[in-house]
């Protein structure tokens, strides 16, 4: 009933930058806080960035002053502004959210996309 569809992904030069996008569509009443998540070969998946349905962000360490995330509302959509990347952020990012459905306002579930492949390599 809910899908989430990153883009954005791709290779990038060290230093360079990225936008990823993650839409979310389906049967909505409302969605609360949405997220980026990171996974390398052979590590767990980790967050990287969170906003809040008002705003609020939090970001792991490691991209602190590099990486920008944000959201519109009116569309449903996360944005990662990924900025000075390097070769250790390669790997697969997936968005997530928790939404409240029309059916069950009452509840949240926390939904994923299918990932996207973040590269940087000279």
């Known amino acids: 009933q809910v899908q989430l569809v990153e883009s954005g992904g791709g290779l990038v030069q060290p230093g360079g930058s990225l936008r990823l996008s993650c839409a979310a569509s389906g049967s909505i009443f409302s969605i609360n806080a949405m997220g980026w998540y990171c996974q390398a070969p052979g590590k767990k998946r980790e967050l990287v960035a969170r906003?809040?349905?008002?705003?609020?962000?939090n970001y792991a360490d490691s991209v602190k002053g590099r990486f920008t995330i944000s959201r519109d509302n009116a569309k449903n959509t996360v944005y990662l502004q990924m900025n000075s990347l390097k070769p250790e952020d390669t790997a697969v990012y997936y968005c997530?959210?928790?939404?409240?459905?029309?059916?069950?306002?009452?509840?949240?579930?926390?939904?994923w996309g299918q990932g996207t492949q973040v590269t940087v390599s000279s």
């Open positions: 906003i809040t349905s008002g705003g609020s962000t």
């Open positions: 997530n959210a928790d939404i409240q459905l029309v059916r069950t306002p009452s509840y949240q579930y926390r939904y």
